[in-house]
């Protein structure tokens, strides 16, 4: 049984310490790959590697000043040193800002544009209302009758599993709600309110670098998270569409069924943590459809070298030529 690769990139809380750090060490082309992101962003670039590589971090983890770039960067990386070992993947679903990752793989963006647009886009945000995201084991409909002011749905990763966006305040009352229903609620490692309206204002700032920049159809099929559906050349030259993202919620769960449908996969989750594996490894769309999915970075550090090469020789045991992909 053969199968063609599509690559999903995770975004907000799929960052954990340590992630990909033995890589790094250990992978030439992954190391070169990062070091060039980091080195578009200068001196910021350098506080980011440093923070990330060693012991006493001058900035958290979880603070979107370090998980949005070192994210951008580590999917970025892995999707290079994956085509570095002649792998070439068919198309690309991202999650969050795995969607901008996605984007520059299919060259919509070049890099350095979207490292602008990202480093423009962590600045902006962090002026924002403090808040968060909670994973919410339940499907919208269950949700909403617990839903405190400002509180909306910010993911749907599938049908019983969604994550919730808001400010702090109204977002703890919220969690609050659900768990005396007893729903299983957990906080999402995040600091802000990511894919909530109340980010709009923010996001809307990126616009006028938006504008300025070149972007172009998709060269490679990507599954949008924000619509659900092959993302279109009107979309992807849409600096709007863009700009939008961080305030927009994500229905990942309908791109992974718009994925399966176009053929038999492997799906190959592309960043940190094994989030994105679960998700697909569970979708009754991709299992209909006699997918698979594996994941090139272990779900907690240490190892990654090992999971990379792993998964590197079940993709060439598993992949299947472009050609004979069923693809738009």
Same mark, same amino acid.
């Not at 902006?124 to 269950?142: C, K, W």
């Given at each position: ?200 204002? &923010? ?19 990507? &599954? ?5 559906? =092959? ?19 994500? &229905? ?44 090139? =970075? ?31």
């Amino acid at each position: 049984m053969t199968r063609s690769v599509v690559l999903l990139v995770p975004g907000q809380g799929a960052q954990h310490p340590g992630m990909a750090v033995d890589l790094y060490h250990t992978h030439d082309g992954f190391r070169a790959a990062v070091d060039e992101v980091f080195a578009l962003w200068g001196g910021e670039g350098a506080r980011i590697r440093a923070d990330w590589l060693g012991p006493d971090p001058e900035i958290e983890l979880d603070d979107l000043r370090r998980s949005q770039p070192l994210l951008f960067a580590i999917g970025y990386a892995l999707a290079t040193a994956l085509r570095g070992e002649g792998i070439e993947p068919v198309a690309l679903a991202g999650h969050s800002v795995g969607e901008v990752v996605a984007a520059v793989v299919a060259g919509v963006f070049r890099l350095h544009d979207a490292a602008e647009v990202l480093a423009e886009r962590v600045a902006q945000l962090a002026d924002g209302p403090p808040g968060g995201m909670l994973a919410v084991a339940a499907s919208v409909a269950e949700v909403i009758p617990y839903l405190d002011a400002e509180v909306h749905v910010g993911a749907v990763n599938a049908a019983r599993q969604i994550m919730l966006a808001g400010p702090s305040a109204p977002l703890a009352n919220t969690a609050r709600r659900l768990r005396a229903a007893e729903i299983t609620v957990r906080p999402v490692r995040t600091r802000n309110p990511f894919h909530s309206p109340v980010l709009q204002p &923010y996001a809307d700032k990126a616009l006028p670098t938006l504008r300025r920049l070149p972007l172009a159809p998709p060269k490679l099929p990507v &599954y949008s998270g924000y619509t659900g559906k =092959l993302l279109t050349a009107a979309e992807a030259t849409d600096p709007a569409f863009w700009a939008a993202q961080p305030a927009r919620p994500v &229905y990942f769960a309908d791109a992974l069924a718009a994925a399966a449908e176009s053929g038999r996969h492997l799906f190959v989750e592309t960043g940190p943590g094994q989030g994105l594996t679960a998700l697909a490894r569970r979708h009754p769309a991709v299992t209909a459809a006699g997918s698979r999915a594996v994941a090139l =970075l272990p779900a907690r550090a240490g190892g990654d070298a090992a999971q990379f090469t792993s998964t590197v020789a079940e993709i060439f045991a598993a992949a299947t030529p472009t050609s004979e992909a069923v693809l738009p």
